[in-house]
């Protein structure tokens, strides 16, 4: 029996080029796009104003059919993921998650390993990650990664409505735009904040970004913002990229040496971040890709 459907989940497994549509209670289509239970499973939440098929998703789905061996689901929410209104946008965002819990609970009901499977939210989508892990009934999400989760409105809204550190197992979040696009305080169990997790970040100024991309109209206002996808992507098919990520209280302290990898805990950003890391941790990025300087 199928409920109505807010969101599209796309499958890339043995073929890539050609993605299977499944949603709720679609046994057919479950079958018919070998989905592999026995493998882990990634489910991508997109950004505001955007889809499965826009940058960002097909970046994180094109690193992870490199590494191979996993089964790669892109949300699709399009239509209540987009502009120009943020304000609707954002509180669709309940709804999505509560949505993608259900599906979940689904894929558990025909033989998904819940322990497996590792949400990544974009944005507004690391939100709705958040909520999905907060309402799936079926088990405890294992393991959320929200990569510079959407700030405005969400600093004033209750923690039912958003990604917290209480919301999965494991919470890892990467901040790179933090007070304007992005959430400014930390909400993981461990919180990574790359040069400063503020914008701009290296190479976004807008002299970098009209120089490199003079026709864009979205990067000169997103580049920093985008920076979160664009490094965890790479730590995905780079296991030695990001080492070092040391914690202290602040950047400034990180600045001035007074946390160093000889000092204080380190890991690595990104996929292969220790789960028992935990806290504020700082590092510096190269300008352009590859970004990490390890």
């Known amino acids: ?19 299977s549509q499944l949603r709720i209670g679609d046994d057919e289509a479950l079958f018919e796009s070998h989905f592999n239970f026995s493998e882990p499973t990634v489910l991508f939440f997109h950004a505001f104003f955007e889809s499965s098929q826009a ?3 097909s970046t994180i789905r094109t690193a992870y059919l490199q590494r191979g061996d996993h089964n790669i689901l892109l949300m699709n929410a399009q239509r209540l993921e987009a502009g120009p209104w943020y304000l609707t946008a954002a509180r669709n965002t309940e709804v999505v998650g509560q949505y993608t819990a259900k599906f ?48 405005p409105l969400f600093t004033k809204w ?4 958003k990604l917290d550190s209480s919301d999965a197992e ?37 002299p970098e970004v009209k120089h490199r991309s003079p026709d864009s ?15 965890y992507a790479e730590s995905a098919v780079n296991p030695n990229a990001f080492q070092g990520a040391v914690q202290c209280k602040n ?16 890991t690595r950003m990104g996929f292969y971040v220790a789960k028992e890391a935990r806290g504020n941790h700082f590092l510096t990025t190269n300008r352009e890709s590859p970004f990490s300087m390890t």
């Open 55 to 57: 940058t960002p998703a």
């Open 104 to 151: 979940i609970d689904y894929l558990v009901s025909r033989g998904l390993y819940l322990p497996s499977l590792h949400l990544i939210g974009l944005s507004l989508g690391a939100q709705m990650a958040g909520v999905c892990g907060q309402n799936v009934k079926s088990g405890r999400i294992r393991r959320i990664t929200g990569l510079d989760p959407a700030g």
């Open 251 to 266: 950047w400034e302290g990180y600045q001035k040496g007074v946390c160093t990898v000889q000092t204080m805990p380190s």
């Open 170 to 206: 494991f919470v890892d979040v990467i901040h790179t735009d933090a007070g304007i696009f992005g959430y400014p305080r930390s909400i993981g169990h461990v919180d990574f904040w790359p040069n400063g997790g503020i914008s701009p970040q290296p190479g976004c100024t807008i």
């Open 158 to 161: 209750p923690k039912s409505l």
């Open 217 to 231: 109209i979205l990067e000169p206002f997103f580049c920093s913002h985008w920076r979160s996808y664009q490094f």
């Open 1 to 19: 029996m199928f409920i109505n459907v807010l969101a599209i989940f796309r499958h890339y497994g043995h073929n890539p080029l050609q993605p």
